[in-house]
């Protein structure tokens, strides 16, 4: 079966009219022939929104409320059965209630996707997780509810429903987007003209660069090499040298001169490594890079100059800056330098040459540097012209001897091994051993040899020259393997900064792998352990996986790596010898990053075990002191009334039996504590939400406790609040009881602001608050968050005052509700804790007393 689509529509701000939006296109759909359902689409209140639903067939959310009112969770088992062609489904961000199948709404997407249904959705700007911290600086509100970049980015349509700043305000103020006792308060938070504009903004780059990236993506799948200078992108290449610096700052100045362009520094790392590279300035560089705004990229391969180009062509560069070769002057004579080859091969992309301080200098030949053909080359033509040379000078000086002619010669072959290494010298050798018969020993002119003592020397000359060309060759061998090393060091630490930098996946870890050998696919294959011999994808990163391990396909590398089960592949570059050793150190960091990962998961488990096990000796230690003692009370009360039948006073009998009942109350309280923490920790906490009044919430939840000390000052026209309203009661109840306790002796109040005082948020949702306030002794700062841990009492707390469960309860029970619970000092000494809930859409401003509005609880 094929996957479905994903469509997004992507929103600066609330109320731009992405539901609108997705809704008109349904109806499109729906006139095109199209079969569509609506999942989930959220009016808010907004009757055009709402109006727009008629026509459409929807799909009843998955759960309904005991009080009528339909939950807004998606039913993805109704979906999939009924299998449209086309689901709507509102707030792809959206986090959904306890119990349900998936944590989150687009998982439930993913679902639909997979059973072959395409599938609109709608996600604001906020809510993406790169930029939540960003949007919470500029509106002041904190993170809501968020969805991983990734995720949204694999949609395969995100379409920005924008609107003008000050349109959205003419919404707003008209009642369009909240209703009209929330826009004061929008309109001094998050709705100030400068908040839109910027949120606009962000969103326009944002959606700027996907599109930038499926532009990548289509001139990688139609071979595109030619420059499109859609976007101005200056490609900096850096050799590790300090002459990095400069050119840095130049392509910084370059993109000063235009808005929105792109800054990238390259640095090629070949197999054996560069001549004055240098880690360190490196670093420095990369930084350099960071603080500028730009991004910093390393690839491997032989040629520095064509990897540039061929870099700079795969992310559509308009611009390259190079610095003035610091190559050998024959290099640059013969137009062989690296810039040279780059202004050659750049076509329709700009270079600039900048020069630099170093740029007279030459470079030094690195002593690693590979021997190579034009060396082996050049040492054959030695060896074929040296030893006539020789011989030719030698003749000159008849009276010289023939030990003297022997040492000038192994002079010469020790020459042609150092340029040419072991088979150029063995070549040289055996030449001048020819000579040397021919011209030096008796008799002159014939390749006899009268005297053994000549025998001899000729014997122990080829020898030692063989010997020394051996010497050599091994010596270069080693110089290679020490400057393969060296660079592979060098790929390490860069893989393992990353890895400190961000917490990387294995797919963003491929995504390396895939930029660093300019590959077209990168994937990390298994052994399957159902099918001997066959490999299992386990990650990707590219236009499609390549194929697995052992399929003879051209321009398909495959390494295995230390786990003989896992193997590394790349596709769409024949690899070298030296790329394939570096692409085997990536596999060796691979492996450890999954290693990492699975050591955090182990750990996670690990935590939330001992967690467990702490709140079970907690439990423990409870009921062997708490429980004990009002046990220890009611069976002593009862013996004493079973010894004494008839024969104690009657107030004495009262006291008793009160006596019981005070420790059975609060044996039942501790034990309905304890279960609520239960619930909590396990994650079986399912609110059925409804809307509800605030005012009747707290007459239920003030019923079992002393109406002294206790003082209710609500407004009169406090918005209702979506919530379950047992859990409510419990809330409030705990959070009173708990400054009854610690606040004796003075006054408990609980406050309702009006509508008209605004609205707060949780999660990105305007919502109503409750705020309980004590003028006790006040909670440190330091122990705020401590207070509502599990079994944390204060220190002057008497014994047998609770298990220090009440608050924990409490912020549990908030936060399932989709609200929350936050402590304050209260001016003047003491605590406030605030309840915040989010407002019902259905019910704006109920506050009925209970006999007028019916069932509203």
């Known amino acids: 079966m094929a996957r479905g689509t994903l469509r997004i529509f992507l929103g600066a701000a609330p109320g731009v009219g992405k539901t609108f939006a997705m809704l008109q296109e349904a109806h499109q759909l729906v006139a095109g022939g199209r079969d569509v359902v609506v999942g989930v689409a959220a009016d808010h ?118 609107i003008a700043p000050e349109l959205l305000l003419e919404r707003l103020s008209a009642g369009n987007v909240y209703p009209a006792e929330m826009v004061d308060a929008a309109l001094a938070n998050e709705f100030r003209l400068g908040n839109l504009f910027a949120l606009r903004e962000i969103a326009l780059i944002w959606l700027a660069d996907r599109v930038d990236e499926g532009l990548a993506k289509y001139r990688a799948s139609e071979g595109i090499t030619a420059t499109w200078p859609a976007r101005e992108r200056v490609v900096v290449g850096l050799t590790g040298g300090p002459e990095g610096e400069a050119l840095i700052r130049r392509a910084s100045r370059i993109l000063s001169r235009v808005n929105g362009g792109d800054l990238l520094a390259l640095h090629v790392r070949r197999p054996e490594g560069l001549p004055g590279e240098e880690a360190p300035t490196l670093a420095t560089q990369r930084q350099l890079v960071t603080d500028l705004g730009g991004s910093y990229h390393t690839v491997v391969g032989d040629d520095v100059a064509e990897s540039l180009l061929e870099f700079a062509r795969s992310v559509n560069a308009t611009q390259i800056v190079v610095g003035v070769s610091r190559g050998r002057l024959t290099s640059r004579l013969l137009g062989s330098s690296v810039g040279a080859k780059v202004v050659r091969g750049s076509g329709d992309i700009d270079v600039h040459m900048v020069s630099h301080p170093l740029g007279a200098r030459t470079l030094p030949r690195p002593p690693s540097a590979a021997l190579g053909r034009a060396r082996t080359t050049a040492g054959f033509i030695l060896a074929a012209l040296i030893p006539i040379l020789i011989t030719t000078v030698m003749s000159l000086a008849p009276d010289l001897n023939f030990a003297t002619h022997v040492l000038v010669h192994l002079t010469g072959v020790i020459g042609v091994a150092f340029v040419g290494g072991l088979w150029p010298a063995v070549l040289a050798a055996l030449f001048d051993s020819l000579l040397l018969n021919y011209f030096e020993t008796e008799p002159v002119g014939t390749f006899s040899i009268s005297d053994p003592q000549n025998v001899f020397a000729l014997l122990v000359f080829l020898c030692a020259a063989v010997a020394v060309s051996l010497l050599v060759g091994l010596s270069a061998k080693r110089a290679r393997a020490a400057a393969r090393a060296r660079a592979e060091a060098a790929t390490l ?32 294959f298994s052994r399957s352990a159902q099918a001997r011999g066959a490999w299992e994808l386990q990650a990707f990163s590219g236009d499609g996986p390549p194929f697995p391990p052992g399929t003879a396909t051209p321009g398909t590398d495959a390494v295995e790596l230390a786990d003989p089960e896992t193997a590394l592949v790349v596709s769409g570059r024949a690899l070298t010898a030296g790329d394939r050793r570096l692409l085997a150190a990536h596999g060796a960091h ?153 606040a004796p002796g003075t006054d408990v109040v609980i406050v309702g602001p009006s509508s008209a ?43 047998g005052s609770g298990v220090g469960l009440g608050l924990a309860v409490a912020k549990g029970f908030t936060e399932a509700m989709g609200g929350q619970l936050i402590a304050e000092p209260t001016p003047g000494g003491g605590l406030t804790m605030v309840i915040r809930l989010p407002l019902s859409a259905g019910h704006p401003n109920a506050d009925t007393p209970r006999h007028e509005a019916g069932s509203a609880s």
């Open 493 to 524: 630490a860069d893989l393992a900064r990353d890895a400190l930098i961000a917490d990387d996946s294995v797919e963003g870890f491929l995504d390396k792998v895939r930029e660093t050998f300019q590959a077209k696919a990168a994937a990390l």
């Open 757 to 799: 005082a605004g609205v707060a948020t949780v999660n990105g949702l305007p919502c109503g608050e409750l705020r309980i306030v004590d003028h006790g002794q006040g909670v440190p700062a330091g122990n705020v968050m401590a207070m509502f841990q599990p079994f944390q009492r204060l220190d002057d707390a008497p014994e």
């Open 45 to 162: 209140g907004r009757k055009e929104t709402r109006e727009l639903v008629t026509g459409l067939e929807v799909i009843a959310p998955r759960r309904p409320d005991p009080h009528g009112v339909l939950a807004q969770e998606l039913d993805v088992d109704s979906v999939v059965t009924r299998h449209p062609e086309v689901a709507l489904v509102d707030e792809y961000a959206h986090t959904n209630a306890p119990g349900s199948r998936n944590e989150h709404r687009w998982q439930d997407i993913e679902l639909l996707l997979a059973a072959g249904i395409d599938v609109l959705s709608t996600v604001s700007i906020q809510h993406i997780a790169s930029l939540s911290d960003v949007v919470s600086a500029i509106t002041g509100q904190p993170p809501g509810e968020t969805v991983p970049d990734e995720i949204v980015r694999r949609a395969d349509q995100i379409e920005l429903v924008d």
């Open 590 to 742: 691979l492996l450890l990053l999954r290693q990492r990962h699975a050591l955090h998961r182990t750990l996670r488990s690990t935590a939330k075990l001992a967690e467990g096990n702490s709140i079970r000796t907690s439990i423990l230690r409870a009921v062997s002191h708490d429980l004990r003692t009002p046990l220890a009370g009611i069976k002593l009360a009862v013996t004493a009334l079973q010894r004494q039948k008839g024969r104690l006073p009657e107030e004495v009998e009262a006291e008793m039996l009160g006596t019981i009942e005070s420790y059975s109350d609060r044996l039942d309280s501790l034990i309905a504590r304890l279960l609520d923490m239960s619930r909590i920790s396990s994650g079986s906490t399912a609110p059925l939400t409804a809307p509800v009044i605030w005012r009747d919430a707290i007459e239920d939840a003030l019923r079992g406790l002393p109406a002294e000390g206790i003082r209710v000052d609500l407004a009169p026209n406090m918005p209702a609040v979506d919530a379950d309203v047992g859990m409510l009661e419990r809330v409030i109840a705990n959070i009173v009881e708990n400054a009854l306790k610690y």
